[in-house]
């Protein structure tokens, strides 16, 4: 590893000006891209002290071994030539977006004498027009199909047109009339032409124009009783309306925009793009990207409209590009893209109606999107199986840990405190075996003593379960809030089975706890760890500094799932927990009064206040309420302090019970 102090420039070579820098490793290999308004700012700020860095720029900054710089005029110049340098030099440490899969575009040449109708992938030609991306190329063929009818335009190879030609006979589409056999000469190049332009204007949207046509045809052609050409025209009117319902109406007013939404965590980030066109999506596309660098959402979403529309110009940048957050600050971004459309380019957040609407729909399809590729992820046997190996070297544990529990502390402002406690074995999450804690022994915000006692809870659990099964006796108090299970199989269950590993979700204090717990029960064969959110730091028991895993681990990315998990499962309780107990009534107290009778107790009186007023005699007069139970109801409720009148703020009137 390099020190940033030996290539650090010199004080007051670093110009005041914007530019693009590049940071280069001992071999000369450009490892980051990036553009500043203000080189000298920004640059200084990778040399402080890389304790104050984020980890991912210090990794950056220690394997870099010089750094370089080129002024520009403005930051629309630095951002353009970023793009350029990111594109030739493919550098490590930048963000960078890898599809999936090679996404098909229905594509209309119109480079040639007669434009042809096709399905193309890969980099986007001169003179061709594209429509979508589509999710799959059958998609295309089917919407083809159907305007085909309408708009007969040449969709052969080019060798199968020099056959036809040759023997001056169409092929099979000629026949049937879904093509108009220019090969033959039935029309000219310039009527063929024109064919090719009104598909690509109805596939821009302009459909109105086109059925309106077509239906004052249809009406004239039923009037002077030419009732097969009607027939025909109705059949075209109700092709061209299939294809239409193919692309749902989303948008009212026949916007072209593009809807650009992420998914991210500290590791990967998900984008999702859909593409609209005359208020329709006419095509879908996404990528995932490593979170190389320590970046905002707003650099996440320049680096996709930069890598988005590098290649693009004229009407392949539409005429609005909604995003989740804007980049700070957004002038130099929309300006390129004004540029390179040639007109105009609004870029924005939506914040209400038909596209915020839309873009909620973007942003599901974003988080699906890494869900799947997380869980693509985690069900490769390789991958689990090097995690595991990774997560044991770096530990230094003598084997892989199979079984891995992780406990996460949730409350709300010290209320409601509870626990969570999630399995993964063999990597894989064992939802059957989660288990969920109320924090008994205290009240109030601890999270530290919170981790010990829930530690300690579930460990004696599990040496009751050996002393159970006679496999060791256990001199040890009986904890009443778990009392030893009797399964009728024999079998021990729930916390029967120890872990190899125990994550613990936050740093030194929460680690310290639950070795403290565990040697306090005598168990020495498990290992604890700690993973701290923020900078994903690993922390172990008595160590002062964290272990910092590379960001491109398979170790620290099976870590940070069981940690998000276990945060996931306890934030669902506790909040199950809150809702609960805003729930509760007066009746919810009263021991032996189930569901049904608290309903028929209010269907009768209409609120607690009346029944609160109620005689003995008048509450047993409620079906299914006898005397003894209309006692304690009555008993209850009077030895319940009245609470204050609730008070509607918005009217200010006063709300009955």
């Not at 500043?36 to 200084?44: D, G, T």
């Not at 190329?137 to 159907?146: G, N, P």
């Not at 290992?527 to 590379?550: Q, S, T, Y």
């Amino acid at each position: 590893m390099a020190d940033p102090s030996s290539y650090r420039p010199r004080p007051g070579e670093i110009p005041d000006s914007p530019g693009v820098y590049r940071f280069r490793d001992e071999h000369r290999r450009v490892i980051y891209v990036g553009k500043a308004k203000s080189l000298r700012q920004r640059l200084s700020s990778y040399f402080q002290d890389i304790s104050g860095l984020h980890p991912r720029t210090a990794t950056m900054v220690t394997t870099a071994a010089s750094v370089e710089w080129t002024v520009v005029g403005t930051e629309v110049e630095a951002l353009q030539l970023e793009y350029s340098w990111i594109k030739e030099y493919d550098p490590r440490f930048n963000v960078k977006y890898r599809d999936d899969k090679s996404y098909p575009s229905l594509a209309v040449t119109m480079n040639e004498e007669f434009p042809r109708v096709q399905v193309l992938r890969g980099a986007k030609r001169r003179g061709v027009r594209y429509f979508g991306p589509y999710g799959h190329a059958w998609a295309i063929r089917e919407t083809v199909d159907l305007l085909l009818r309408v708009f007969p335009v040449r969709t052969c190879s080019a060798g199968v047109f020099k056959r036809a030609h040759a023997i001056g006979r169409p092929c099979l589409l000629g026949y049937i009339e879904k093509c108009s056999a220019p090969c033959t000469g039935r029309v000219s190049p310039e009527e063929h032409r024109a064919l090719a332009e009104e598909f690509c204007d109805f596939m821009a949207g302009r459909t109105g124009t086109y059925l309106r046509r077509l239906e004052t045809e249809m009406a004239e052609a039923a009037e002077a009783l030419e009732y097969e050409r009607a027939g025909r025209l109705r059949d075209d009117i109700e092709a061209l309306r299939r294809a239409m319902e193919k692309n749902a109406v989303v948008l009212a007013d026949a916007t072209d925009a593009d809807l650009i939404a992420l998914a991210e965590d500290e590791l990967e980030a998900a984008v999702q793009i859909f593409h609209v066109r005359g208020g329709r999506v006419r095509g879908q596309r996404g990528w995932v990207t490593d979170r190389v660098a320590n970046v905002t959402t707003g650099e996440l979403v320049e680096s996709a409209v930069q890598q988005l529309y590098g290649e693009e110009s004229g009407e392949s940048v539409p005429k609005e590009v909604l995003v989740p957050a804007l980049p700070e600050p957004p002038g130099p971004l929309t300006d390129w893209l004004t540029e390179r459309r040639g007109s105009a380019v609004n870029l924005r957040v939506p914040q209400r109606g038909d596209k915020r609407d839309l873009m909620t729909t973007v942003e599901r399809n974003a988080r699906q999107a890494l869900v799947l590729h997380k869980t693509r992820r985690a069900s490769d046997l390789t991958t689990r199986s090097r995690a595991l190996e990774e997560i044991a070297e770096n530990l230094g544990l003598d084997s892989a840990p199979l079984r891995v529990e992780c406990f996460d502390i949730s409350h709300l402002q010290g209320d409601d405190v509870v626990a969570s406690m999630v399995v993964f074995e063999d990597g894989l999450a064992r939802k059957s075996e989660y288990r969920r804690f109320q924090i008994k022994s205290f009240a109030g915000q601890d999270d530290v003593r919170a981790m010990h006692e829930v530690v300690s809870r579930r460990f004696r659990r599990y040496l009751r379960e050996r002393e159970r099964t006679g496999e060791w006796a256990v001199e040890e108090e009986p904890d009443d809030a778990f009392p030893a299970p009797v399964e009728d199989d024999g079998r021990p269950k729930r916390f029967a089975y120890p872990p190899q590993l125990v994550v613990v979700d936050g740093g030194q204090p929460q680690v310290a706890a639950a070795r403290r717990a565990l040697d306090e029960l005598g168990i020495d064969d498990v290992a604890v760890c700690g993973l701290a959110k923020r900078l994903e730091e690993v922390w172990l028991p008595g160590e002062e500094d964290p272990v910092i895993l590379p960001r491109t681990s398979e170790g620290l990315y099976l870590l940070q799932r069981v940690r998000d998990e276990a945060h996931r499962f306890a934030i669902r309780y506790q909040r199950g927990k809150r809702s609960q107990s805003i729930r509760k009534g007066p009746l919810d107290a009263i021991p032996g009064l189930g569901e049904t009778r608290k309903k028929a107790l209010l269907k009768h009186f209409g609120s607690v206040k009346r029944l609160r007023a109620a005689t003995v005699e008048e509450i047993s007069e409620v079906p299914g309420i006898g005397r003894k139970t209309a006692e304690t109801v009555a008993a209850a409720l009077a030895g319940q302090a009245q609470a204050a009148p609730a008070v509607n703020t918005a009217t200010g009137e006063i709300v009955e019970d």
